[in-house]
């Protein structure tokens, strides 16, 4: 089983942040930054398959990648994979069924229906067998649970075999409960807490994503484990923001 995996079901506090730039060079400075994982975000960021490529190739030998697909769909999945992504993301799942779709595209037969070829993943070749015979154990499978839908179905969507882990989007669930980004609302709140107990009773990893430290301290001691902390875009923004106004401080 890949460490990253052993680490996750062991419920590691595992910290990361998010890449929506399709920038190699921006993996690559996120990979060397400290951070247990990344998570590369293919469904609002503006990925090619060729960007995810490089991305991977340049961050996953220092960083563990989790890619997350822009939907619940074999081909995207198959292709992240072969791609080498160490697990995937799996957006807006509602329902039981829906997440043993996800599985079934993140597995060879006879466990799933994930078709086989050559690619990056197997080494282009040179390691096809050997990644055929681990492939199965080692692809890190995380369904989000991202609407209150999700919410009412999370007891038995951590049911299903083959799901390692279970990912709160806490914006997209403020959205569905009709209170778009009051993610601190009492109601939503309420919501990201009865995921985590249930995952708590079903042995299973939680995952939430949080706009700061300070915006995911509050998910960790309530059990939250598998942790991304803002975006690139966000960390860029304010960084940069910070640096201007301190340089018209030096004007006064």
């Known amino acids: ?44 960021g503006n990925f090619e398959l060729s960007d995810l490529q490089r991305i991977l190739q340049v961050a996953d030998s220092t960083t563990d990648c989790m890619v997350r697909v822009p939907l619940n769909d074999e081909i995207w999945i198959k292709r992240a994979l072969d791609s080498g992504a160490r697990g995937i993301i799996v957006p807006q799942v509602k329902t039981a069924r829906e997440a043993a779709q996800a599985v079934s ?4 037969p006879p466990d799933g229906r ?4 050559i690619s990056r993943a ?3 070749g040179m390691d096809f067998a050997g990644y055929i015979n681990k492939a199965n154990d ?3 499978v995380v369904v989000q649970v991202e609407h209150i839908e999700a919410v009412r179905n999370a007891g038995t969507i951590v049911e299903v075999p083959g799901v390692d882990a279970v990912f709160v989007g806490p914006y997209d669930l403020s959205a569905s409960m009709g209170m778009a980004g009051e993610v601190g609302a009492t109601e939503v709140k309420e919501a990201i807490e009865k995921v985590s107990e249930i995952c708590k009773k079903a042995d299973k990893p939680a995952g939430i994503f949080g706009a700061d430290a300070e915006a995911v301290k509050w998910y960790i ?32």
């Open 1 to 44: 089983m890949n460490p990253f995996k052993e680490r996750l079901k062991r419920k590691e506090k595992l910290l990361g942040t998010m890449l929506s730039f399709p920038s190699a060079e921006i993996a690559e400075i996120l990979s060397h930054a400290g951070f247990d994982w990344l998570f590369v975000d293919g469904e609002h």
């Open 138 to 140: 080692d692809v890190v």
């Open 105 to 108: 595209f993140c597995k060879y």
């Open 221 to 252: 001691d309530i059990g939250y484990t598998l942790v991304c902390v803002s975006i690139d875009n966000l960390i860029f923004t304010k960084g940069v923001r910070k640096l201007a106004a301190e340089l018209k401080g030096l004007l006064h």
């Open 114 to 117: 994930r078709s086989v070829g």
């Open 122 to 124: 197997h080494g282009y």
